[in-house]
């Protein structure tokens, strides 16, 4: 059975960057929507025991096509929304460092670089979906935007992994921001933990 992430800090927490609100009803109803669904569609499909990165990156195994959907529906659900949270903090690191922090340098040019180069593919995703930045064996970065819950692990069969998403579904921003997306993507970075995004980056490795 796979669990949704455990969040390191209380729902009011990010306050005033995402409300309250937002943050119960995107964790506690959008997110174990998600992730129920996505149980019963592992087990539907004999899929008990694999990690959720190898069901993600080989669906194409998986022959019935409805079933297909919901794995990749709600497996991405999952998945991007355990990222999401996992890697906010009301006080985390402002700054990647280290490896990743280098990194961004020379494949940017300079963090603000690739907080433009994000905010741009957030802010450009016509309708629901994600905006990210992604890793793949030997440590390269790339930023691209995905639709509804499809993520680099399902575009790429595997062959990236995303280690920061920005979520631009209306219900991550709506009820703060309403249709200010640009907003809401500005002060997403208030509470994105570098730290967090770092141990990811040198886990890919
Ligand atoms: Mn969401």
New binding site residues.
Partial sequence: MFEQVKLKYNFNELEPYIDELTMIT?YTK?HAAYTNNFNAAVEKANLTGKSTEEILANLDMVKDEGLKAQLKNNGGGYYN?NLYFATMAPNGKHAPEGKLGDKIVSTFGSFEVLKEKLSQAASTRFGSGWAWLSVDKKGNLQVTSSSNQDNPITESKGEWMPIVGI?V?E??YYLKYKNLRGDYIKELFNVIDWNEVEKLYNKAL
């Fill in positions: 995107h959008h929304h979520d579904w219900h991550a």
